[in-house]
């Protein structure tokens, strides 16, 4: 790991040199009244203030809506074209926190787990994750308490930390040091900023060895039912997570052609575990309110060693009944 | 319009309509008028709604201005009411929401006990739908500003330029339904975005297939909606959405004379006609 | 107007698809037909039973697989062969109008019209009248543009995939 200082000036101009060697960049700009992210034509567009965007940035790897494969019916033969991973557009994400960063690590646990989702991996290959620490954190935030920190460096190529004129930056992997060479003039001598300095103090919300030992045995718990009660079954806490992973395959057909796709689903919408028998193995709220945390705190780190959660409060933010995952844990 | 069946409780003086709230919802649970009362509680930032089955939990409930969602999308959810008597605390929105509700025999009165919170801080329990129209009528509507603000400045727009609008802000949208489930009048438990049977509308997000589903989604509110901007408010990403069902509101207002707030007459918007409707674009 | 202007215009023919009731504006049609009138033969006639049948759905449908406007006709008020079909279907008219309107897509690329069996001219008349707002209004590439899914997302994350799907719709 190497540490450089980069000023804010130096900072944009190394990633406009990126944009002009056509990578897509991806940071936290301005959308209407909230930030998310957006692909940027120039660095200046890029908003540093924010706490959280609304989206994680999982989309860089797992779009909303991707082509699998398109296939065309002549004369009785049938042709099936593969998506092209080749054509994946090399990407620099820039601007997330360490919690979304920590995001691609369960991701591409699940991406992985039996199957290797070779789209998953072409573009995560193709994509360069530069974090952003955090100074600031709202009383959604809890990624202390899910083993991240808003100093973390997990999942990150490049992080920097916002100091006094600038940012610390530190490269950790190669590819962030081959971003790096872009434009080596921008990074400065490292000034010996203490990045714990800047960091923001966030003091833990909850035990999460004991939050794990309790789901061990909380599958039949009246709990899930209380805590469900006001839930009213939308997909946006899970589409708004960096972790969550559920997709549908559709179908776009036209007559003898079309494609087939993957789009995001969630695990809270009452039909996605319905059977075409009419069956519906979840059939409460309070059910599919538990699925979503056995999911994150049990089911995963007992299968993938890695847990389903990072800590970055969007699902709590975005929930419109107010839905605190950190609360709702605290009170197991 | 006077009504006697309007009970007034006038809140006592230094001690909060809260409490006030607190001591009916008591009173009902105590009594077993109710087995379940459906109100609002503090949250993290804003009130939400919470759900109280014993005496114990009453101190939890609050009423204020910041309350505005509308807590009768709760009333035709089986898995959580089944054959249970109810109370309610319902904001201005929610009360119209249940005469429609009414009106489409989703819900019943006589299981049902709906308070409300007025202006002037009373707590004011509906003994008939009667009273709750009255009570519409009287009481100030909630307004706005920001959605004012919003429509006049579409309303001023060219054409062109509101579609730039809409499908710019539509194209944002992923599908997370939050817009449906916070819609009292969404109901139905298959909805029309997951009809494949045809497959009328793309199930997956992109700027036609949800552009499609705003405009299926609003014109199925059409004469139902209560305007109370729930949909909108519930939006992850912000969109203006309850301003599409808003503008339903107002064609149907304008164009057939009907009432939001005399939902519960029957009169249905497009299961009912005049031979005398006017329009001005049929050659 | 210039001439290149004018060239373009005449080049431009119109797709017009006209959903139609069968017992009053698709006889009428019929009788344009047999009464030899001359009109554009720009249109596609869609048969409905009725007007009220005629699901707003399959107009949005319309522009999104290619058309550049639309007609929709039936039985005048109170000749409704089901009694009420078209007051129904008027209704749904007025709302569905305006909600596209405050979107921002072009109902005036919709004509909606009331057309008896008797009535050949005057279906001659709506086509033609049609065909001419449709040719001054050019071809409707904004709203099919929304309708190509996956090449929209200009200013959204998801836009990585851009290049991926000029290759696969390339086919
Ligand atoms: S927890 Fe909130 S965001 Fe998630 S499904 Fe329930 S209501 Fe929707
Ligand atoms: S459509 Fe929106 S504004 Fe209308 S009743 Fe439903 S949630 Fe309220
Ligand atoms: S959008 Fe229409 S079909 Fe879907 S739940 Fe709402 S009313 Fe029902
Ligand atoms: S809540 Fe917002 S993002 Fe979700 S489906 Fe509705 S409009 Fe789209």
Not at chain 1, 253 to 272: E, I, P, Q, V
Not at chain 2, 179 to 203: D, F, G, H, L
Not at chain 3, 82 to 97: C, E, K, L, M, P
């Given at each position: ?62 779009p909303r809506t991707d082509v699998l494969f398109s296939y065309e019916k002549e004369k009785g033969k049938v042709q099936l074209e593969n998506a092209d991973l080749?054509a ?31 789209l ?127 997709f549908d395959i559709q179908e776009d057909a036209h007559g003898t052609k079309g494609k087939r796709l993957r789009c995001w689903d ?67 | ?162 579609w730039?609008?809409?499908s710019?802000?539509l194209s944002?949208c992923f599908k ?15 909805c029309i975005v997951e009809e494949n049977r045809p497959q009328w509308i793309q199930p997956w997000a992109s700027t036609l297939a949800n552009i499609e589903w705003h405009i299926n ?67 | ?11 431009f023919e119109p797709k017009i698809v006209a959903f ?22 720009n249109v596609k006639i869609v048969r409905f ?5 005629i699901d707003f759905m399959l107009l949005l449908k319309a522009f999104a697989e290619g058309a550049d406007g639309i007609i929709v ?27 596209l309107?405050?979107?921002?897509i072009d109902?005036?690329r919709i ?23 449709i040719?001054?209004?050019?071809p409707y590439t904004e709203y099919r543009k929304a309708a190509d899914y996956l090449v929209q997302q200009d200013?959204s994350?998801i836009d990585g995939q851009e290049a991926l799907i000029k290759s696969v719709s390339s086919l």
């Amino acid at each position: 790991m190497k540490k450089c200082f980069i000023s804010l000036a130096g900072l944009q101009r190394w990633l406009n040199v990126l944009i002009d060697t056509q990578k897509h960049l991806y940071a936290p700009v301005n959308k209407g009244a909230k930030v998310d992210f957006g692909r940027v034509a120039s660095a200046d567009e890029i908003v540093f203030d924010h706490i959280q965007t609304t989206q994680s940035a999982k989309s860089v790897a797992f779009p909303r809506t991707d082509v699998l494969f398109s296939y065309e019916k002549e004369k009785g033969k049938v042709q099936l074209e593969n998506a092209d991973l080749t054509a994946y557009p090399e990407t620099v994400v820039f601007g997330l926190h360490p919690c979304d960063a920590a995001g691609f690590n369960p991701l591409g646990a699940i991406f992985n787990w039996d199957y290797k989702d070779e789209l998953y991996n072409a573009r995560m290959e193709r994509t360069v994750v530069i974090t952003l620490a955090c100074t600031k954190a709202d009383e959604y935030c809890f990624c202390t308490s899910v083993n991240g920190g808003p100093g973390n460096t997990v999942g990150s190529d490049i992080q920097l930390t916002p100091v006094k004129d600038g940012f610390l930056a530190e490269i950790l992997t190669e590819k962030g040091e081959a971003l790096v060479k872009a434009d080596e003039a921008a990074f400065e001598a490292d000034r010996g900023d203490v990045k714990e300095k800047y960091l923001v103090k966030l003091p833990e919300k909850f035990d999460i060895k004991t939050v794990q030992e309790k789901l061990q045995t909380a599958f039949e718990s009246p709990i899930w039912k209380a805590q469900s009660q006001r839930c009213i079954g939308c997909g946006a806490c899970a589409y708004v997570c960096p972790t969550c992973a559920c997709f549908d395959i559709q179908e776009d057909a036209h007559g003898t052609k079309g494609k087939r796709l993957r789009c995001w689903d969630s695990c809270g919408f009452a039909l996605f575990t319905l059977h075409t028998s009419g069956h519906n193995p979840r059939q409460t709220q309070a059910q599919r309110w538990r699925q979503r945390l056995l999911h994150k705190f049990s089911y995963m780190p007992d299968r993938l060693s890695v847990r389903g959660c990072t800590g970055c409060g969007r699902c709590s933010r975005a929930c419109p009944v107010d839905m605190n995952i950190a609360e709702h844990l605290r009170s197991i | 319009m006077e009504d006697v069946l309007i009970e007034k409780k006038p809140a006592i003086a230094g001690n909060s309509f809260s409490g006030e709230l607190q001591k009916t919802a008591n009173e009902l649970l105590q009594s077993g008028e109710v087995e379940l009362f459906i109100g609002y509680e503090e949250g993290t930032r804003f009130p939400r709604p919470c759900f109280i089955a014993s005496t114990d939990e009453v101190g939890k409930l609050i009423f204020d201005d910041r309350c505005t969602g509308n807590l009768a999308v709760y009333l035709t959810r089986k898995d959580l009411i089944g054959d249970k008597k109810v109370g309610i605390t319902a904001s201005y929105f929610a009360l119209r929401s249940i005469l429609r509700l009414l009106t489409e025999h989703q819900i019943q009165l006589d299981k049902l006990v709906v308070l409300t919170v007025s202006a002037e801080k009373e707590v004011i329990r509906f003994a008939t739908t009667d009273d709750i129209t009255a009570y519409l009528q009287t009481a100030p509507i909630p307004v706005r500003e920001d959605d004012k603000a919003l429509i006049e400045k579409l309303n001023a727009m060219s054409r062109e330029e509101r579609w730039e609008f809409w499908s710019a802000e539509l194209s944002k949208c992923f599908k997370c339904y939050a817009c449906r489930a916070a819609c009292p009048m969404c109901y139905c438990t298959k909805c029309i975005v997951e009809e494949n049977r045809p497959q009328w509308i793309q199930p997956w997000a992109s700027t036609l297939a949800n552009i499609e589903w705003h405009i299926n989604r609003a014109m199925h509110m059409t004469g139902r909606c209560a305007d109370c901007g729930a949909c909108g408010a519930a939006c992850p990403l912000g969109l203006p959405i309850h301003l599409l069902s808003h503008q339903i509101v107002q064609e149907v207002t304008d164009n057939f004379a009907l009432d939001v707030n005399q939902a519960v007459s029957g009169d249905n918007a497009l299961s009912t006609f005049k031979p005398e409707d006017k329009e001005n674009f049929i050659k | 107007m210039g001439r290149l202007g004018g060239a373009l215009m005449s080049e431009f023919e119109p797709k017009i698809v006209a959903f139609v009731c069968n017992w009053c504006t698709y006889a009428g049609a019929d009788l344009t037909g047999t009464s030899r009138i001359k009109y554009a033969s720009n249109v596609k006639i869609v048969r409905f039973p009725c007007t009220g049948r005629i699901d707003f759905m399959l107009l949005l449908k319309a522009f999104a697989e290619g058309a550049d406007g639309i007609i929709v006709s039936g039985c005048h008020p109170n000749d409704c062969h089901y009694t009420s079909g078209n007051f129904h279907a008027r209704r749904r008219w007025v709302i569905f109008r305006g909600l596209l309107n405050f979107m921002g897509i072009d109902v005036n690329r919709i004509q909606f019209s009331w057309v008896s069996a008797a009535e050949g001219a005057k279906w001659a008349d709506v086509v033609n009248g049609t065909v001419t707002t449709i040719r001054e209004l050019g071809p409707y590439t904004e709203y099919r543009k929304a309708a190509d899914y996956l090449v929209q997302q200009d200013k959204s994350i998801i836009d990585g995939q851009e290049a991926l799907i000029k290759s696969v719709s390339s086919l």
